[in-house]
């Protein structure tokens, strides 16, 4: 069974940074497609990043893309966010989410994808 601890959240200004970190355990990280989610007070859990087992391929939300970068460590067995330019609307409870990637070299994007999950990381953006 995989295990996913996320870190790294907290408070930042509008405008700021920071950078979340996801260290699983249990599995063999190099085969898992990993992905960042989020969920603000009020609002479905949402999609941000997600990267492939090889880390070759990445994609963003629209509204992520050219602020957030998605990232993983194999010597590690972590993935990170790297978010930039952060905004009051990012504010929320950012999830780690991985599975298990029989397919090839794929990443997906829809929380049903995914098998394993962290327990989240609160993120506040003040302005």
């Known amino acids: 069974q995989v295990q996913l601890v996320e870190s790294g959240g907290g408070l930042v200004q509008a405008g700021g940074s920071l950078r979340l970190s996801c260290a699983a355990s249990?599995?063999?990280?190099?085969?898992?497609?990993m992905g960042w989610f989020r969920q603000a007070p009020g609002k479905e859990r949402e999609f941000v990043a997600t990267i492939s087992y090889s880390g070759g391929r990445t994609n963003y939300a629209d509204s992520m893309k050219g602020r957030f970068t998605i990232s993983r460590d194999y010597a590690k067995n972590t993935v990170y966010l790297q978010m930039n330019s952060l905004k009051p609307e990012d504010t929320a409870v950012y999830y780690c989410?991985?599975?298990?990637?029989?397919?090839?070299?794929?990443?997906?994007?829809?929380?049903?994808?995914?098998?394993?999950w962290g327990q989240g990381t609160q993120v506040t953006v003040s302005s």
């Open positions: 989410a991985g599975r298990n990637a029989p397919y090839g070299d794929s990443y997906y994007m829809r929380t049903y994808d995914y098998d394993y």
């Open positions: 249990g599995g063999t990280f190099s085969t898992l497609a």
